[in-house]
């Protein structure tokens, strides 16, 4: 089975723009998480998706939304990019009666 | 929302067992202890979880103390390969979603 994959794998923006970060979880699996990890915070949860609908989310501002699609592919929007926004930002899929998290590799954003 | 305290680093020589603490103290009755790690430039992966008993897996073991407030991951015989930041996780019950709040955890350096 192919992993949880992530793309793009690094990404360069300048403040003030948006970007959008995608996630395809491993088939199958219908729960995909979303972290925020920077030096100074560590891994910080940022919302988790579940058939289509947000089951939870992180303590963020509104500049952070994402959604699922029917296949369960994740996509995650940043607006209006701030410095302190680069991170790398991980997805984790998990299948139905699992209690463990695959994590892909993350995608680096550098906001400039 | 994290609940767990950690060694921010601890070393080992190879080949030798590891022992790596956690406290968590206002675990609820129905927290799972999950145990992952993330090696350079990687995303996190799981390593091992319980609940009330010991566990064993391929890749390590989890002691949990009988009143369940704190917990020890064992690496049996550490490896270069070992060398990571592990991260000890209360995880809510699974019908409540997939969010993981992730401590600062603690690098283990291996030393050859």
């Known amino acids: 089975k192919a992993g949880v994959t992530q793309t793009p794998r690094y990404l360069i923006k300048t403040r003030g723009q948006q970007v959008t970060l995608s996630c395809s979880p491993i088939?199958?699996?219908?729960?995909v998480s979303w972290y925020q990890q920077t030096p100074g915070q560590g891994l910080q949860f940022l919302f988790e998706?579940?058939?289509?609908?947000?089951?939870n989310k992180g303590n963020f501002p509104g500049r952070f939304s994402g959604r699922q699609f029917s296949n369960s592919r994740s996509e995650m929007n940043v607006s209006t990019l701030e410095l302190g926004d680069s991170a790398l930002y991980l997805c984790?899929?998990?299948?139905?009666?699992?209690?463990?998290?695959?994590f892909g590799p993350g995608t680096r954003l550098l906001v400039l | 929302d994290a609940k767990t305290t950690q060694p921010n680093s601890m070393e080992s020589n190879e080949e030798e067992p590891v022992h790596l603490p956690c406290n968590h103290s206002?675990?609820?009755?129905?927290?799972?202890i999950h145990w992952y790690r993330q090696l350079p430039s990687q995303g996190p992966e799981y390593v091992i979880h319980?609940?009330?008993s010991n566990v064993n897996n391929r890749m390590a073991s989890l002691a949990i103390a009988e009143d369940r407030k704190s917990s020890t991951l064992i690496l049996h015989r550490a490896t270069l390969r070992d060398a990571a930041v592990y991260y000890c996780?209360?995880?809510?019950?699974?019908?409540?979603?997939?969010?993981?709040?992730f401590g600062t955890g603690t690098s283990l350096t291996v030393i050859p």
């Open positions: 206002t675990i609820s009755g129905t927290d799972y």
């Open positions: 088939s199958g699996h219908r729960s």
């Open positions: 319980g609940l009330t």
């Open positions: 998706y579940f058939s289509e609908t947000q089951r």
């Open positions: 984790a899929s998990s299948g139905l009666g699992q209690e463990t998290q695959y």
């Open positions: 996780i209360l995880r809510p019950p699974r019908n409540t979603g997939n969010q993981f709040y």
